[in-house]
């Protein structure tokens, strides 16, 4: 079983700057890693899918990079809506559907 | 576009069995597998299984021997089963679709569910 996790598990930044997001998996993954956005009271939002393509209206300002085994997702000048928690996530053969720890992006 | 809708109790008691459905509403029912994710308060993401249109199941394996989820293509329902509940189950239960990408891209607004005497 592969399993992500992430760093840091917060991040406190200021609005403007750029925040990094690290996600580790065990073993390589190709590039089967996606990236959330989840805010309290509303489902995750996916933002990245295969590691580096944005989904369907989601922002310039986030970019996803990475392969084998360390993934990363940048925002390069945050917003205020963008605090938030993180989440990265693996399909593989198995389990399928995993999910990593989070990330919390918080106002410094 | 598609849209999800969970219904389903919000309360149950320890040891009984959690019946969740999720109505799908718009696109294609057939091209996606269609998930139960939950978070329970203060915690992570967690992925209970996933059902396709025929009926292909997997679970997580770590709630296998609790969970059984089924679908309902004339309705466009898909439900999910969770058994033998405890306080540990408490959490927001979410339906969602994986319409190819290999991820959620489609997810309901999420039902809370308590596990409580």
């Known amino acids: 079983e592969i399993v992500l996790t992430q760093s840091p598990a917060t991040l406190s930044l200021s609005p403007g700057e750029r925040a990094t997001l690290s996600c580790r998996a065990s073993q390589t993954i190709g590039a089967s890693l996606f990236w959330y956005q989840k805010k309290p009271g509303q489902p995750p939002r996916l933002l990245i899918y295969d590691a580096s393509y944005r989904a369907t209206g989601i922002p310039a300002r986030f970019r996803g990079s990475g392969s084998g085994t360390d993934f990363t997702l940048t925002i390069s000048s945050l917003e205020p809506e963008d605090f938030a928690v993180y989440f990265c996530q693996l399909r593989s053969t198995w389990p399928p559907y995993s999910f990593g720890p989070g990330t919390k992006l918080e106002i410094k | 576009q598609v849209q999800l809708q969970e219904s389903g109790p919000g309360l149950v008691k320890p040891s009984e069995t959690l019946t969740l459905i999720c109505t799908v509403s ?11 994710i939950r978070q329970p308060p203060g915690k992570g993401l967690e992925w209970i299984g996933y059902i396709s249109h025929s009926g292909k199941t997997d679970y997580n394996p770590s709630l296998r021997s609790r969970v059984t989820m089924s679908v309902d293509t004339t309705k466009r329902q898909f439900s999910l089963k969770l058994s033998s509940l405890t306080a540990a189950d408490t959490a927001v239960y979410y339906c969602a679709g994986d319409e190819a990408l290999g991820a959620f891209g489609v997810w309901g607004q999420g039902t809370m569910v308590t596990v409580s005497s």
């Open chain 2, 26 to 36: 718009g696109g294609s029912f057939t091209t996606s597998h269609w998930a139960w």
